[in-house]
């Protein structure tokens, strides 16, 4: 489902109903499937699906400032029974008059005045009105498989800079876990899939003014291939329990991703969906992919998690 860049502000006040003035509740970061909405606001888009907000929903949206984790299938039932398919669900927001979707969105995450909000996209024949009470339901399988594939993105990245942590030779930031921060400072994109990820590093000038030798990754591939491979068996073995800390339940509330790994327990910043215990994982594994990028060298690292 690609991420909408629409701008929708000739719709503002559709049927003279105000956009909402708060951030929506979700409750997907606590793992729900299901849930109970109010709509809050209907409008038409330029393609004529319709934007659909709701008070409160279960449906993870995908966020155009750092879209590496894409939305939930999910439907809607209306009041008299029908359900209806979300097309698409992103991140909006609002500032009373207007509301923006996506890349479209002129301003920061919490900015003072505004609603960020999840917006639902639905079939132009959708049949939905302000003020119904609508049943969400999530697809369980895909979400599962996506927050496997989160999970896994996470940890190999720790292992990573675990694998290359004494390669450096400046101090620079650390991760979660006290070691350099080589998935932070190397990144170029990051793909949550169903089931693995796909990160993309660039390996150039800036990386080693910061002190890291690129060949101390691209001349050793098999060995940090094999290194990280083992650290993340031994993470797995221990069936660590992961939970996701919030501030608050709504759309713009911190949470983090917290995971009790043998060596200590490492939080993460994150708005994405995860498992709750490695118990449930056979196995998680990379594999390391060097080859030329735009000006400097790239590697890829492909996650797989069984």
């Known amino acids: 489902m690609a991420v909408l860049t629409l701008r929708t502000a ?4 559709l049927n003279g109903v105000s956009l909402p003035k708060t951030d929506t509740a979700v409750t997907y970061p606590a793992g729900a499937l299901t849930g109970t909405g109010t709509v809050q606001h209907v409008e038409t888009l330029s393609d004529g699906r ?31 029974g029908r359900e209806v398919p979300v097309l698409d669900c992103v991140v909006g927001a609002a500032d009373g008059a207007a509301l923006f979707l996506g890349t479209e969105i002129p301003v920061r995450k919490g900015t003072g005045d505004w609603a960020f909000v999840v917006v639902h996209v639905l079939p132009e024949d959708a049949g939905i009105a302000e003020g119904d009470r609508v049943e969400v339901r999530v697809d369980g399988g895909h979400r599962a498989a ?11 990245s720790l292992a990573l800079n675990r694998q290359l942590a004494g390669a450096w030779k400046r101090d620079v930031q650390a991760d979660a876990a006290g070691n ?24 150039g000038k800036s990386l080693r003014r910061k002190g890291f030798p690129p060949d101390a990754l691209l001349g050793e591939m098999a060995a940090v291939e094999a290194g990280v491979n083992a650290t993340l068996a031994e993470w797995v073995a221990s069936g660590a329990e992961i939970r996701i800390e919030r501030e608050s339940d709504l759309l713009t509330g911190m949470r983090r991703w917290v ?25 998680i594994e990379v594999r390391l992919v060097s080859g030329p990028g735009e000006g400097a060298a790239e590697v890829v690292m492909e996650t797989r998690c069984t």
Request: negative net charge; proline residues 9%.
């Open 10 to 13: 000739e719709f503002a006040t």
């Open 50 to 80: 319709l934007a659909v907000l709701l008070d409160a929903t279960p449906v993870h949206p995908v966020d155009a400032g750092w879209p590496d984790q894409g939305p939930d299938r999910a439907t809607l039932t209306t009041p008299d």
């Open 146 to 156: 996506l927050s496997a594939g989160h999970t896994a993105c996470h940890l190999a």
């Open 180 to 203: 350099p921060n080589f998935d932070a400072l190397a990144i170029e994109t990051t793909t949550i899939l169903p089931g693995g990820s796909r990160d993309v590093y660039r390996l």
């Open 259 to 283: 995971c009790d790994l043998p060596g200590g327990t490492v939080s993460i910043p994150c708005g994405g969906t995860h498992l709750s215990s490695l118990a449930a994982v056979s196995g």
